[in-house]
T-cell receptor, first 118, second 113 residues
C-alpha cells in the first residue's frame, strides 16, 4: 500500500516571502500522480498543483511550483510571494497510475498547517 | 457546473440515530468517492463507485456504514446507528477518469452527541 508523509505539522511564512512544504511518499509503482490540495477554513478542498510521475519537468502554477524527485520519492511544494490568502492546511496526495486496477482514489498525507504573517 | 454538492453542511444528531449524508457529483463524472476527515486519522477513503457500482468499500469502518449510488447524479452515505466516534467531516468527490483531478464537495460536518 502507498503511504504519504508530511513531516511538518505546522509552518509559518512572512507575507511576500517564500516557503517550501515537504512531502515524501512510498510506492512500488512507476506510474502515478501526485497532488497538492489546499484546505482553507471554509473546508473546501482546492487543487493547487498536480504532477505526473512520467514527466521529468516540475509542474508550475503561477506562484506555486513543485520539486519532484522521483528517485527520492519526494514531492515538495514551493509557494513564492506568499499572500495572506495562502494561509490554510495543505495536503499532499498520491494516486496510482495503474489503469487496470482502476485505483482512482487519493491517499493523503496528514497535512501541514501554513500560517502567513503580515 | 455547480461542482460537487453535498448536503447537509452540518449535522448534529444523538447517538443511536440514523444519519444520511447526500452527494451530487459533477455531471459526466463516472467516479464518486466518499472520504472521512478526522484530526487523528486525517483524510481516509471510505468507498468509491464507478458508473454507480461500488468498486472498493474496504475503507468502510463497520457494518453501521453503508453507501449507495442509485443513479449517476446521486449518492448517499448512511450511518445506522450513529456513535460519537463517527463525528468527523465527510467529503464526497468525483472525477472523470484517472488523468483528471478529483473535485471535492464542501463536506458535511457530522457531530454525534
Amino acid at each position: 500500500a502507498q503511504t504519504v508523509t508530511q513531516s511538518q505539522p505546522e509552518m509559518s511564512v512572512q507575507e511576500a516571502e517564500t516557503v517550501t512544504l515537504s512531502c515524501t511518499y512510498d510506492t512500488s509503482e512507476s506510474d502515478y500522480y501526485l497532488f497538492w490540495y489546499k484546505q482553507p477554513p471554509s473546508r473546501q478542498m482546492i487543487l493547487v498543483i498536480r504532477q505526473e510521475a512520467y514527466k521529468q519537468q516540475n509542474a508550475t502554477e503561477n506562484r506555486f511550483s513543485v520539486n519532484f524527485q522521483k528517485a527520492a520519492k519526494s514531492f515538495s511544494l514551493k509557494i513564492s510571494d506568499s499572500q495572506l490568502g495562502d494561509a490554510a492546511m495543505y495536503f499532499c496526495a498520491y494516486r496510482s497510475g495503474d489503469t487496470l486496477a482502476g485505483s482512482y482514489q487519493l491517499t493523503f498525507g496528514k497535512g501541514t498547517k501554513l500560517s502567513v504573517i503580515p | 457546473d455547480a461542482g460537487v454538492i453535498q448536503s447537509p453542511r452540518h449535522e448534529v444528531t444523538e447517538m443511536g440515530q440514523e444519519v444520511t449524508l447526500r452527494c451530487k457529483p459533477i455531471s459526466g463524472h463516472d467516479y464518486l468517492f466518499w472520504y472521512r476527515q478526522t484530526m487523528m486519522r486525517g483524510l481516509e477513503l471510505l468507498i468509491y463507485f464507478n458508473n454507480n457500482v461500488p468498486i472498493d468499500d474496504s475503507g468502510m469502518p463497520e457494518d453501521r456504514f453503508s453507501a449507495k449510488m442509485p443513479n449517476a447524479s446521486f449518492s448517499t452515505l448512511k450511518i445506522q446507528p450513529s456513535e460519537p466516534r463517527d463525528s468527523a467531516v465527510y467529503f464526497c468527490a468525483s472525477t472523470v477518469n484517472q488523468n483528471t483531478e478529483s473535485f471535492f464537495g464542501q463536506g458535511t460536518r457530522l457531530t454525534v452527541v
